[in-house]
């Protein structure tokens, strides 16, 4: 049978997942320094790390080209339609959050707003949900310039320390909900490769509770 091969969100997620590998006793010295290689091997050869940006970590293993994967709840909410996701790493901890400058009255004004976000079909079903009629303009990143600009009334973004908020004058409004890194697993090889599956997941989890309990 194929090595298994686990997609591995490129940035913050990386180096807590090799942790994470590390504590599960699953040797990982070539993501520790990647350099431009976008396929390592991992558990002596026994696995292959594929490094990818999230969405197409999710991309990878919904179509089975990559059995498992590690990516963050957000991207999963914004992208995922077939997955099955195994376990909370609970690393990569943050929120999806409702910011914008402090006297932004957004949830009692029935008027039109404007949001602008990378993450237009989280936003739109939060939206929907609170029945706030809003207009959604799709930013790539550093989304807090928007409201700073004035091409929004408010983001939907992620919040980890409050820092970038804090520094560009903006405040979370409102909090959306938790977000963590997950493993994901594709659905057809989470029948056809079983045993191999579980036995993996049963020592990430343990790891990735030590991670836990280490903050
Ligand atoms: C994320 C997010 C916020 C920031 C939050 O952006 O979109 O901008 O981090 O982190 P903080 O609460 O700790 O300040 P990222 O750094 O991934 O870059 P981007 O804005 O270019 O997407």
Not at 32 to 40: A, D, E, I, M
């Amino acid at each position: 049978m194929s090595k298994l091969k686990i997609a591995i969100t490129k940035g913050r997620l990386l180096e807590k997942s090799a942790e994470m590998f590390e504590l599960a006793g699953i040797e990982c010295e070539a993501l520790r320094n990647p350099g431009r290689q976008l396929v390592l091997p991992i558990g002596n050869g026994m696995m292959e790390a594929v490094l990818a940006k999230s969405a197409d970590v999710i991309t990878y293993t919904e179509r089975g080209v990559c059995e498992l994967g590690i990516v963050g709840k957000d991207t999963i909410m914004e992208h995922a339609t077939n997955l099955y996701e195994i376990l909370d790493l609970g690393f990569g901890r943050c929120r999806f959050a409702v910011a914008g400058k402090p006297d932004t009255d957004f949830f009692t004004d029935g008027s039109r707003r404007v949001a602008a976000t990378k993450y237009i079909n989280v936003s739109k079903r939060y939206f929907e949900r609170k029945h706030i009629d809003a207009e959604l303009i799709k930013i790539e990143g550093s989304v807090e310039l928007a409201p700073l600009l004035g091409l929004a009334d408010v983001i939907v973004d992620l919040v980890e320390t409050g820092s970038t908020l804090k520094a560009n004058g903006l405040e979370i409004l409102e909090e959306v909900c938790p977000v963590s890194a997950r493993l994901v697993v594709n659905t057809a090889a989470l029948k056809l490769r079983k045993r191999e599956i579980e036995e993996l997941t049963t020592k990430l989890a343990a790891a990735a509770k030590e991670i836990e309990s280490k903050k």
